[in-house]
């Protein structure tokens, strides 16, 4: 079992160091998108927490996701990345489905819980070719003074159990991260790096190369692995407003 892997929700484990979290709004890239979320604190104040949608399933289906009878996000395409919406429900009985379709997936009773001023993303991701399931994980974007942060999601139905690091490098950021599993986050040096991808247990065979990641001072990047026999991934970073882009 990958010790790294941050818990879904009912067994948060909080990224600790006693640095002072930096309270201004947050910006989201990815490959398509730039959007800029409430910081948390503001968030708190209003007894608010905020979530968005990433769905991890490769190949899919655009995705409406809904809490209680609420469509939070609709047509939320495969790869995609949902900007941060805040809502003021506690216990979040989160429901994915075929956008313009009728009944869908929900997620699990333990996984409902949102704590006021604290970030959640949702992904989708594939259980196999022809079921999906939904997982509530935690987020964090504030590194370390001077740090950049990374976290791994597993979501490669069908891969094993991967270790994730630095080409070049002798010991790896990550290992034994399991299937639907958060590897993360871990703070590093801000440097720009390639990522290489084995099987924990396995011949040393690359299955995958993250090339040139740039991994910015006070930034925290997510990389989702997905695919089946062959795979593939993509990524998001989370920066407060006014940090320096790559």
Do not use: W
């Not at 990224?15 to 979320?37: F, H, I, M, Q, Y």
């Not at 104040?45 to 490769?58: I, L, P, Y």
């Not at 925290?220 to 790559?246: E, H, R, S």
């Amino acid at each position: 079992m990958n010790k790294h892997f941050t818990l879904l929700l009912a067994t948060v484990a909080v990224v600790a160091g006693g640095c002072t979290k930096d309270n201004r709004p947050v910006e989201t890239e990815t490959a398509a998108s730039l959007t800029t979320s409430a910081s948390d604190s503001s968030a708190n104040a209003s007894g608010h927490s905020q979530v968005r949608v990433v769905n991890a399933v490769a190949g899919g289906k655009d995705i409406a996701v809904r809490i209680g009878e609420v469509t939070l996000f609709d047509y939320v395409k495969p790869n995609g990345v949902t900007d941060y919406r805040e809502t003021a429900l506690n216990i979040a009985r989160f429901t994915v489905q075929a956008a313009g379709a009728g009944d869908g997936i929900m997620i699990d009773e333990k996984d409902r819980v949102l704590l006021d001023g604290n970030r959640y993303t949702v992904f989708l991701i594939a259980d196999d070719v022809s079921r999906n399931s939904l997982h509530v994980v935690r987020d964090d974007v504030s590194p370390d003074s001077g740090k950049a942060r990374i976290r791994v999601i597993h979501a490669a139905y069908g891969a094993p159990e991967l270790d994730v690091g630095v080409m070049g490098a002798n010991d790896p950021l990550f290992t034994g991260v399991d299937f639907k599993s958060a590897a993360g986050y871990k703070d590093v040096d801000a440097a720009t790096v390639s990522l290489a991808v084995h099987a924990t247990k396995g011949d040393g065979k690359v299955l995958l190369s993250i090339p040139s990641l740039t991994l910015v001072r006070g930034t925290a990047t997510t990389v989702v692995i997905t695919g089946a026999v062959t795979l593939g991934y993509f990524m998001f970073t989370d920066a407060p407003v006014g940090m320096p882009k790559p």
